[in-house]
């Protein structure tokens, strides 16, 4: 019986590389050995680069990508510079939702944390303001 183990076919998640129930990718990773895989492996591609292009979002996600690359480069600023290139790869990702959920509830937590540390800031700052 030659079956394939099925945990080589899936995509990476950023949280556990090896969850057996993440869902398929929409589009295959290349084969392994494959020319452009081995050059992703030199150049050290990242578990949540490998996840994010293995999903619907690869070029959104590849433009953004050498807009932040572009913008570190010339010493410019990412937000202004790449604020096109990230809305676009954000709205792919909720449009695509089901696979980078991952992404999207790690993002909105951190949001929530953010807003929960400037509250705590502006809560310490009227505090000291009222003991001058």
């Given at each position: 019986?030659?079956?394939?183990?099925?945990?080589?076919?899936?995509?990476?998640?950023?949280?556990?590389?090896?969850?057996p129930?993440?869902?398929?990718p929409?589009?295959?990773v290349?084969?392994?050995?494959?020319?452009?895989?081995?050059?992703?492996?030199?150049?050290?591609?990242?578990?949540?680069c490998?996840?994010?292009?293995?999903g619907?979002?690869?070029?959104?996600?590849i433009?953004?990508?050498?807009?932040?690359?572009?913008?570190?480069?010339?010493?410019?600023?990412?937000?202004?510079?790449?604020?096109?290139?990230t809305?676009?790869?954000?709205?792919?990702?909720?449009a695509?939702?089901?696979?980078?959920?991952?992404?999207?509830?790690?993002?909105?937590?951190?949001?929530?944390?953010?807003?929960?540390?400037?509250?705590?800031?502006?809560?310490?700052?009227?505090?000291?303001?009222?003991?001058?």
């Open positions: 019986m030659s079956s394939q183990n099925p945990e080589s076919k899936q995509s990476p998640d950023p949280k556990t590389l090896d969850d129930e993440r869902k398929q929409s589009e295959e290349p084969n392994e050995g494959s020319e452009e895989e081995e050059e992703e492996e030199e150049e050290g591609e990242c578990g949540f490998l996840f994010m292009k293995a619907g979002c690869k070029e959104s996600f433009g953004w990508e050498n807009c932040i690359r572009e913008a570190e480069e010339n010493k410019q600023d990412i937000v202004e510079k790449c604020f096109e290139a809305s676009a790869l954000k709205k792919c990702m909720e695509h939702a089901d696979y980078y959920e991952p992404i999207l509830r790690a993002e909105k937590k951190a949001e929530e944390e953010a807003v929960k540390e400037l509250e705590k800031e502006k809560e310490e700052d009227s505090k000291d303001l009222e003991k001058k």
